[in-house]
């Protein structure tokens, strides 16, 4: 069965220290697509990444990586420096090649971020 | 500007008024579709349709229904609204053949059945 798994809830940090987001993931397909994407409190939904299951380097986009490994089923997303504009619900997704046709996410429960000045 | 727009963005109705949330989106996307979001459980997949005239269940599609009489439009209709049917709903549109789970979300509805 496929399923993605956050189990931080909520992460409270102070400005400019690092946090890492944890995001666990299953699925019995041997391609798949893992995704992280933000909300912030304005609602809407901003794709940050995508990452096939075949690439397992990591990425760095400024403040913030990715850090994938196969073995532990583990797509974790660690934000350096963190600013109060961070804060929002993250999201950690899946989207398995069997059922692309349906274009379906599988999400997690979202992690909550509330960065303080 | 390419987007995906839905209206209302925030309603309130009671139980059994027949409501519809429109969706529409200007960049000719093949794929459409719509979840909802409730704490806790993140989004789940209500309907999805992958061009005019097709559509197929997600993961909860009771009590709601759709259409796709045109490719930019994407309405979902709740024909007799419950108040478990309470929640922020997003519309999502991808061009057919890009990688599954590239969406493009809509800014979200806020629903609330009293």
């Known amino acids: 069965a496929q399923k993605v798994t956050q189990a931080q809830t909520e992460i409270s940090v102070v400005e400019k220290e690092d946090v890492t987001l944890d995001c666990v993931y299953e699925t019995r397909d041997t391609t798949y697509y893992l995704f992280w994407y933000k909300q912030p409190p304005s609602g809407e939904l901003v794709f940050l990444i995508r990452r096939n299951s075949f690439d397992e380097q990591n990425e760095i986009s400024g403040r913030y990586s990715w850090n994938f490994q196969k073995s532990t089923s583990s797509f974790n997303f660690t934000i350096t420096a963190s600013q109060v504009v961070d804060s929002a619900v993250y999201f950690c997704?899946?989207?398995?090649?069997?059922?692309?046709?349906?274009?379906?996410?599988?999400f997690g429960q979202g992690t909550t971020l509330q960065v303080k000045p | 500007e390419a987007q995906v727009t839905q209206n209302p963005r925030y309603l309130i109705t009671v139980t059994g008024k027949k409501l519809t949330v429109t969706c529409s989106q200007n960049m000719n996307h093949e794929y459409m579709s719509w979840y909802r979001q409730d704490p806790g459980l993140g989004l789940r997949q209500i309907y999805y349709?992958?061009?005019?005239?097709?559509?197929d269940k997600g993961d909860v599609p009771e009590g709601y229904k759709v259409s796709r009489k045109e490719k930019r439009n994407f309405p979902l209709i709740l024909e007799s609204p419950s108040p478990n049917q309470t929640s922020l709903y997003f519309c999502a549109s991808s061009p057919l053949g890009r990688t599954a789970g590239e969406l493009f979300f809509g800014e979200g509805s806020r629903l609330t059945v009293l």
């Open positions: 349709s992958m061009n005019v005239e097709v559509t």
């Open positions: 997704a899946l989207s398995e090649a069997s059922s692309s046709n349906t274009g379906k996410l599988i």
